[in-house]
């Protein structure tokens, strides 16, 4: 490790983390007990949804100590820079490739607890527990995990009833969306897929990806289902399996629907023929991957794969999220940049379904 000698850094934050006054043990997403010190004033975050999730549970970002560097994106393409436009200024070295972290980084930061994926490996905790720093571990797969994360995000901040209310939001309309769409058959769930990557070749979301996860909660069926995690695949297999509708993702800046209209190898494609492409939308934080947001994802979803059957008014469901999660009076445009209404707005049903008309 260059700088600090990593016996001064266990020494430094160790000392501190032995004698500082404890309210509470909690017990993380791997089932580890971790104790929360009586006064939490800042706390670094690595998994990338997690930084956004502090902000909402905590009403802002002043005990946010330092995040990874990925989350910058929801400040610059999301909504995060309006509603929090202070914490676009945050560290965010502490962690490098592969969420490993830098505990030079860390140490810098004086945080007083570090949230950190925990079915990742020992490898990428045990560094910061060797500083003497509690470590809050997570789990990644299924969106319904982000409630878990919720209320440990709380927990940590000493907003232990303000985790669970907003848990219990997210599980109450993720439920209420689930029973509504259980009831459709196969027949009638469209075929459908999610590209993690369209533009440096094709990455499809298969089994065991929330995305899968997702689609099949909101009543479409994933055609990339039969291969595991993000597969590589190329144009030849997505023509055989012919989506009817293709979900793209937040990871490649710009992407559109119109990059694939375009694409003469994929004029065959369903998708293409019936206009059914689709960018995910980008809030505080990628409608995609799971998080606080989830809720909200799952209801686009619906609407966009059973529009006949879409409940009017999702403008107003989102203010009333925003207004809940952030404290933020969304506007008309703030709602229109999120759906990317511009991008998307070309494509069957859209503006339809998420316009000012939507019944809002």
Not at 134 to 149: H, N, Q
């Amino acid at each position: 490790m260059r700088g600090l000698p990593s016996l001064l850094l266990a020494c430094l934050f160790g000392c501190t983390a032995a004698t500082a006054a404890r309210a509470a043990d909690v017990t993380d997403q791997m089932g580890r007990t971790v104790a929360i010190p009586e006064r939490v004033d800042r706390v670094a975050v690595i998994p990338i949804p997690v930084a956004s999730m502090v902000m909402a549970v905590d009403g802002g970002a002043q005990r946010l100590a330092g995040m990874h560097g990925a989350s910058r994106a929801d400040f610059e393409l999301g909504l995060l820079g309006r509603m929090f436009p202070a914490a676009a200024r945050l560290p965010t070295q502490v962690s490098g490739e592969g969420f490993v972290p830098n505990v030079e980084a860390l140490a810098a930061t004086r945080a007083d607890v570090v949230i950190q994926w925990g079915d990742r490996g020992d490898d990428i905790v045990r560094p910061i527990r060797d500083l003497g720093l509690p470590v809050i571990t997570l789990r990644y797969g299924d969106s319904a995990l982000a409630a878990g994360w919720l209320r440990l995000v709380g927990a940590s901040l000493g907003k232990a009833e303000r985790g669970e209310h907003l848990a219990r939001w997210f599980e109450t309309r993720r439920a209420a969306i689930d029973e509504r769409m259980r009831a459709i058959p196969d027949a009638q769930r469209p075929r459908v897929v999610y590209l993690q990557r369209a533009r440096s070749g094709l990455r499809a979301a298969g089994k065991g990806t929330s995305m899968d996860g997702d689609i099949r909660l909101s009543g479409g069926t994933n055609v990339a289902a039969g291969v595991p995690g993000f597969a590589q695949v190329d144009v030849e297999q997505l023509l055989a399996w012919d989506p009817q509708i293709v979900l793209l993702n937040n990871f490649e800046p710009g992407l559109a629907p119109a990059d694939l209209y375009r694409d003469p190898r994929l004029q065959g494609l369903a998708a293409v023929r019936g206009q059914r492409i689709y960018s995910y939308p980008h809030g505080g934080f990628r409608w995609d991957p799971p998080s606080q947001e989830t809720p909200l994802t799952l209801d686009w979803l619906s609407s966009l794969f059973h529009p006949q059957r879409a409940e009017p008014g999702f403008r107003l469901r989102i203010a009333d999220a925003y207004r809940d999660l952030y404290g933020y009076q969304i506007s008309e445009r703030d709602t229109d940049d999120l759906l990317k209404l511009d991008a998307n707005g070309g494509s069957a049903h859209y503006r339809a379904l998420f316009g000012k008309g939507d019944g809002s």
